[in-house]
């Protein structure tokens, strides 16, 4: 099956600067990868997703980029602010479509 | 608006209990799916279905059952719960099965004693 891994655990930045989220995958056949954000007591909530054939994919400061042939994919979320403060979840579908695999998330935390 | 909800927000069970926890989606949904979220470990799959009566195993699916009458209703089943089954029960449902957003429900917080 389907193995996703996230790095880092804890990205602590300052308001104002860049964070970066990282993600690998290991099934080449996989062909959907959607991120989530989960605040404090909340549900996951979907924020922006990206599909195989593309490679890149902006929704105002949220970007995710996606390397197939490196098996990796990252979030960027640009000017940061306070209410970016969140656990993120990056997942993948493998190729038998068997439901969604989370990487075990980063807890963004925005300095003011 | 899509709206999940899951029948309670708490739970406290005993050992050896049979736990069922109900999960109803108001958007005709397809595909439904239940997943436990545990610090450090993310959210991990139990169960999905992608039909009536339809049931696949996730990646954790030992000590659990599921039950899926109605599109609308996913139960979970914990046949014998167990202090390790204390956990986060996160359901979800989701309009296509190739890959699209899924709509969580609030969450029961199951505690097992």
């Known amino acids: 099956g389907e193995n996703v891994e996230q790095h880092p655990s804890t990205l602590s930045v300052q308001e104002g600067d860049s964070a970066v989220i990282k993600c690998t995958y290991s099934?080449?056949?996989?062909?959907?990868f959607p991120w989530y954000k989960q605040e404090l007591g909340k549900r996951p909530q979907l924020i922006i997703d990206?599909?195989?054939?593309?490679g890149e994919k902006k929704d105002q400061r949220i970007a995710v980029t996606l390397n197939k042939t490196a098996k990796h994919f990252s979030l960027h979320i640009t000017e940061t602010q306070p209410e970016d403060s969140a656990v993120y979840f990056c997942?993948?579908?493998?190729?038998?479509?068997?439901?969604?695999?989370f990487g075990k998330g980063t807890h963004l935390i925005i300095q003011p | 608006d899509v709206k999940v909800t899951q029948s309670s927000r708490y739970l406290v069970k005993r050992t050896g209990e049979k736990v069922f926890l109900e999960c109803v989606q108001d958007?005709?949904?397809?595909?439904m799916f239940w997943y436990r979220q545990d610090p450090g470990l993310g959210l991990r799959l139990i169960y999905f279905?992608?039909?009536?009566?339809?049931?696949e195993k996730g990646d954790i699916p030992e000590g659990y059952s599921v039950s899926r009458e109605k599109k609308e209703r996913f139960s979970l089943i914990l046949e014998s719960a167990s202090t390790n089954q204390t956990s986060m029960y996160l359901c979800?449902?989701?309009?296509?099965?190739?890959?699209?957003?899924?709509?969580f429900g609030p969450g029961t917080r199951l505690t097992v004693t």
């Open positions: 990206i599909r195989s054939n593309v």
């Open positions: 979800a449902s989701s309009l296509s099965r190739e890959g699209d957003e899924q709509y």
């Open positions: 099934d080449s056949a996989s062909n959907y």
């Open positions: 279905s992608y039909d009536v009566k339809m049931k």
């Open positions: 997942a993948a579908i493998g190729g038998g479509a068997d439901g969604l695999t």
């Open positions: 958007m005709d949904h397809e595909n």
